[in-house]
Every structure is written in structure tokens, then in C-alpha cells.
């Protein structure tokens, strides 16, 4: 079966740096999405990886590897506002989006 | 401010009742989808639409429809509702090409309690 692993909670301090992993065994790979949501709001897009290596976006980068089957996302400067949940979603060989469960980021002061 | 639409965001429904769930894009966008949120699970795809008049099932189509009759509609409907229906809806759009998904935008939602 398809399966998408990264861990339920995470707990951070404000202006530190936190790394949210994300595991997959997929039917095929056709990229790899992070996406943001937070508490009673809709997912929203933050980063798309296809090929291996470090893609970085501000504050935000996220890497892959397909060989391990293994991404991350890495927040640093963490603020307040970067409380929320973040949704890793692989892209099998059939163009179909298999979602992890989410990983809810506490950011204390 | 463009983007996807849905309605009603909240909804007390009794079982057995039929209800549509109504989702506008303004982006002319090629796909949508609609996907259930429940807690601890991951976002669950019910049935999506890759273009204007197909749709096709997702990974929990059972006791759902849908109908694409042009590029910015596409409305959800439960039959006759059950319990296990109860669930966070999103609507969602994208402008794929060549099969990709591409990124997904999604409305604010709609929630959904069947008793």
C-alpha cells in the first residue's frame, strides 16, 4: 500500500530553527508537495520538489531525497504565526496526490 | 479577489437528508477536486475533475456525487446522508498540465455534522 509518515506534533521555540520530516512508499513519485493549514483554515502551498536536493524559499526550504523516500521541511527565524499544521503530499505514477496525516508545529515564545 | 468559493461553511444535517455542497473557481482552472479532513487522517480525495464535463472517482467516492458542467462549478452531493459522512470538505482547484497536479488551491471549506 501508499503511505505517507511524518510525526503527529512538534513543539519549537520562537526565532529557533525546526526540521519536519516526512517519510513515503508511493506507487511511483512524480514530486513531492508541503503544504501549510492552519487551525480552521484551508492547506496552503509552500514548496514542490521533483528532483533531489535543497529547495529554499525565505524562511522556508524543503529537500528530497527519492532514493531514501525521505523529504523535509525546514522553518528557521520561527515566528508565532508559523503555528500550524504541515501536510506533506506525494504525487504517485498515476498523477494521484497521497497525503500524510499532518505534522501541528506548537511555536512558544 | 479570485479564488474557490464553497457553501454553505457549516451545515447540521439529519441523516438520510440529501445535500449539495457547492464549489465556484474564478481561475479557470482545468481540475478540481473534492477531499474529506478528518481528524488524524491525511486530506482523502472523494471524486475530482481533470476538465470541464469528466469526473472521476477518488479513494472514497462511496455515497458522493458530482457533475462538471462548466469550468467553475463543481458541486458535491450526498445522497442520503450517514453519520460517517461528518467531516471537513474542501474544494479544490489546479491548473494542471500533462497530468501534474500542480498546486492545489482550496476554498475556506465546509463543515458537515450528520446526526
Known amino acids: 500500500g501508499q503511505n505517507i509518515d511524518q510525526p503527529t506534533e512538534m513543539t519549537a521555540t520562537e526565532g529557533a530553527i525546526v526540521q519536519i520530516n516526512c517519510t513515503y512508499q508511493?506507487?511511483?513519485?512524480?514530486?513531492l508537495f508541503w503544504y501549510q493549514q492552519h487551525a480552521g483554515e484551508a492547506p496552503t502551498f509552500l514548496s514542490y520538489?521533483?528532483l533531489d536536493g535543497l529547495e529554499e524559499k525565505g524562511r522556508f526550504s524543503s529537500f528530497l531525497s527519492r532514493s531514501k523516500g525521505y523529504s523535509y521541511l525546514l522553518l528557521k527565524e520561527l515566528q508565532m504565526k508559523d503555528s500550524a499544521s504541515y501536510l506533506c503530499?506525494?504525487?504517485?505514477?498515476?498523477?494521484?496526490?497521497?497525503w500524510g496525516a499532518g505534522t501541528k508545529l506548537i511555536i512558544k515564545p | 479577489i479570485a479564488g474557490i468559493t464553497q457553501a454553505p461553511t457549516s451545515q447540521i444535517l439529519a441523516a438520510g437528508r440529501r445535500m449539495t455542497l457547492r464549489c465556484t473557481q474564478d481561475?479557470?482552472?482545468?481540475?478540481m477536486y473534492w477531499y474529506r479532513q478528518d481528524l488524524g487522517l491525511g486530506l482523502r480525495l472523494i471524486h475530482y475533475?481533470?476538465?470541464?464535463?469528466?469526473?472521476g472517482k477518488g479513494e472514497v467516492p462511496d455515497g458522493y456525487s458530482v457533475s462538471r458542467a462548466n469550468t467553475d462549478d463543481f458541486p458535491l452531493t450526498l445522497a442520503s446522508a450517514v453519520p460517517s459522512q461528518t467531516s471537513v470538505y474542501f474544494c479544490?482547484?489546479?491548473?494542471?498540465?500533462?497530468?501534474?497536479?500542480?498546486?492545489?488551491?482550496f476554498g475556506e471549506g465546509s463543515r458537515l455534522t450528520v446526526l
Open positions: 479544490a482547484s489546479s491548473d494542471s498540465l500533462a497530468g501534474n497536479t500542480g498546486e492545489l488551491f
Open positions: 481561475m479557470r482552472h482545468n481540475a
Open positions: 475533475s481533470n476538465t470541464a464535463g469528466t469526473t
Open positions: 508511493t506507487s511511483g513519485f512524480n514530486g
Open positions: 520538489n521533483v
Open positions: 503530499a506525494v504525487e504517485d505514477s498515476n498523477y494521484q496526490l497521497i
